[in-house]
């Protein structure tokens, strides 16, 4: 098990547009008899130990899988500020392919690595890693949250981000009209682990919901849960849409795009949604309310971390999720009483939170 901890005097490194100046700790891993390469970012830990999950990803560059590193750590900052949890911002990046890659060698010397950040980092699931595998790390650590419930985890975030994004996207639709989401039309892009229950619940708040999602097997899933209740696609179109849930991929919310499917509100599950921070000026100026994601899609981090660390009882994690609805509120409320656009009044709220945590 080798380590080695950069200090911020390595900011001469080419990555892109992130700092290592802005990180607390980065600390990169190698274990050559597993063949594991990873990097762990803690970014912020004035609000408690960071937490976040680990991303297993075939990266071009090791310079793109520290940007991400770094990127997605600094996220998770916003995220658990925002949310209100006692937590700071870190993430995990494996480099690799998980579909060849993964073994459980490989699994049990990333969480030795882990481990050797004595709690300064607790680790989840993220794209290319999932409950079954925190159960192999979880045998060399207990900084790990999402193992499977036979393992004494928490299990499948999907369906409490769903409920933190409805209870966001009905707080937006509150300020866009009189009936709130009610008769509204709402285009879910992605019909995953989130959108599938997105899905329901919007159905459920009488909304009429358009489903489009590429692999035939989650359009499927989706109509036999909702008994074809639903329309489905393969990609979504306007412009009849009222409501634009981006549920699958980051980097897909444009003013472009919003305006070409008619909707008025943005609000949906996916990461980092914007493909250029200047975006969030574009939305703001064309009239159309962007619920930041990082707000919207915290339902999964309060329930692992309410669940699983803070021994909060299942009716306090759904009511603590179900409060993302006020922190949107409190944040489209900022945003329109000074006139700033949405993503930037989010960015405060994290700011005073951690400003008044320091002080
Ligand atoms: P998932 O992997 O279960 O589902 C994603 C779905 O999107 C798949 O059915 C896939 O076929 C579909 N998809 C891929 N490309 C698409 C496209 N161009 N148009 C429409 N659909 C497309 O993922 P999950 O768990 O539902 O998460 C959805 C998003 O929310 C991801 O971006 C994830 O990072 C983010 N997220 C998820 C959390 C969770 O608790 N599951 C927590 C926070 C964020």
Redesign the pocket.
Known sequence: MQTMTISPAADALDIGDETLAGHERVLFCRDDESGLRAIIAIHDTTLGPGLGGTRFKAYPSDQDALHDVLRLSRGMTSKNAAAGLPFGGAKAVIIGDPRTAKTPELLRAYGRFVDSLEGRYVTAA??GTNSDDLDVIGEVTTHVTGRTAAAGGSG???P??ALGVFSAMRAGAERQWDEGLKGRVVGV????????VLTRLLLDAGATVVV????PA?RERVSAATGGAVQLAE??TGPELDVYAP????A?VTVERARSFGARLVC????NQLPTPHEDAALHAAGILWVPDYVA?????IHLAGAERLRRSPEEVTADVRRIGDTAREILTRSAESGIPTGAAADEVVAARLAAARA
């Open positions: 993220d794209l499948d975030s999907g409490a981000t892009e992605g019909a995953g682990k989130v959108g599938g489009a999602d590429p692999d989650a990609t979504l549920c699958a991929l980051g897909t949906g599950a996916a990461n899609n915290a339902g999964g981090v």
